[in-house]
């Protein structure tokens, strides 16, 4: 468990602009590394706002797109195509624009395809494809993701786990089947904290004046249950990356700033 560090930006776009700047080193330095790199994909306004400003970015091409492996923490669990899931948002932001190695883009199964409506299924797939992808030096059945991002709810939720429904208590499996979330659709698929908790690291983003109280939650010692994002957390590194906003109900000085 790495103990959390918090970087505050001006504005929601200023914050994008500088996680996309992040996200293309640590993918680069990866690479450089191993030879490949992992992303796991948020959705929502922060983590599309975060792909669109990658799309922008000069530094984009540093990096090798047919060496980077995608996953999604969470998904609608609706039709393929269907506008409101986060691979059709992602796609539009950033990924139809890069040479990405289609083998390599691991996208959480739809509704009404091969599971029907199923969404247990489906859950039960894409952890089996996380397993087949980790290797022996990995920590458990999930790849160890290079970098894993995470939008943050108003109500601390964190991909499609809520407060205080089972899938936030799950404690073995790595993806669930989500059923009656409190925000439409109703129906999911969700990596589990102990999933999450396989990256090397884990960066939380928030901006706007509806996520300080979550922010705040989450930051004070809050349980996993009644706030999600307080239970989540990388192995090497968990960042918070804000903007003024959503930091405002934060004690100033309380956390060190983060390095670069």
């Given at each position: 468990m790495s103990a959390p560090q918090i970087v505050v930006h001006r504005d929601k776009e200023l914050m994008a602009q500088a996680a996309a700047a992040r996200l293309i080193?640590?993918?680069v330095d990866a690479q450089a590394a191993r030879g490949s790199a992992s992303v796991v994909l948020t959705g929502g306004r922060n983590g599309n706002g975060l792909l669109a400003a990658l799309a922008e970015a000069p530094a984009r091409d540093a990096v090798?797109?047919?060496?980077l492996d995608l996953w999604w923490g969470d998904e609608r669990?609706?039709?393929e195509g269907d506008p409101e899931r986060n691979v059709t948002q992602a796609r539009a932001a950033l990924l139809d624009s890069v040479p990405l190695d289609p083998a390599r883009v691991h996208?959480?199964?739809p509704a009404g395809d091969r599971y029907g409506n199923d969404a247990d299924a489906a859950a039960e797939a894409y952890a089996a494809e996380l397993a087949a992808a980790?290797?022996?030096e990995d920590h458990g059945p999930v790849p160890s993701f290079d970098v894993l991002l995470l939008g943050v709810g108003p109500d601390t939720h964190v991909a499609s786990l809520f407060p205080e429904l089972p899938g936030v208590r799950e404690t073995e499996r790595t993806v669930v089947g989500v059923h009656g979330a409190p925000k439409p659709p109703p129906t999911r698929v969700s990596l589990t904290l102990p999933a999450i908790r396989a990256a090397r690291e884990v960066w939380l983003l928030a901006a706007g004046e509806d996520k300080?109280?979550?922010?705040?939650?989450?930051l004070s010692g809050a349980g996993e249950i009644?706030?999600?994002a307080a239970g989540a957390y990388g192995r090497s590194r968990t960042l918070w990356l804000l903007d003024a906003a959503a930091a405002a109900s934060l004690p100033r000085g309380l956390y060190p700033p983060a390095s670069p």
């Open positions: 080193t640590k993918i090798d797109w047919a060496r669990f609706l039709p996208v959480m199964p980790a290797r022996p300080a109280n979550a922010v705040a939650m989450a009644q706030a999600p």
